[in-house]
């Protein structure tokens, strides 16, 4: 459990899914993604492709009908295309 703590710390940089919440209401008040900074430690740790990862959530979303958050994450994976120079649909896998 210590160990655990030590790599899993709310995050002060920004509000996404690693912040803190005290109770339900600031629980389902939070935000579903996480910020460029945690989003990049994770992806680090974990060492997967950000952009695969992207997709994945965005086909999640999309199952469930989920239209808000399908939305973002559709102008992230569009947003981490252009950053590489690359168009949609062409196997981008950072």
């Not at 680090?44 to 989920?66: C, H, I, N, P």
Request: aromatic fraction near 10%; glycine fraction near 8%; include cysteine.
């Amino acid at each position: 459990p210590r160990l655990c703590w030590a790599r899993a710390r709310l995050c002060l940089a920004s509000r996404c899914i690693m912040n803190g919440t005290g109770h339900l209401v600031e629980d389902f008040a939070a935000p579903t993604h996480l910020c460029p900074v945690d989003l990049r430690k994770m992806q680090w740790r974990l060492g997967f492709s950000v952009a695969g990862r992207e997709q994945r959530l965005l086909e999640f979303y999309a199952e469930r009908k989920w239209s808000k958050d399908a939305a973002w994450s559709k102008r992230r994976l569009s947003q981490l295309e252009a950053a590489a120079g690359v168009t949609a649909g062409s196997g981008f896998a950072p």
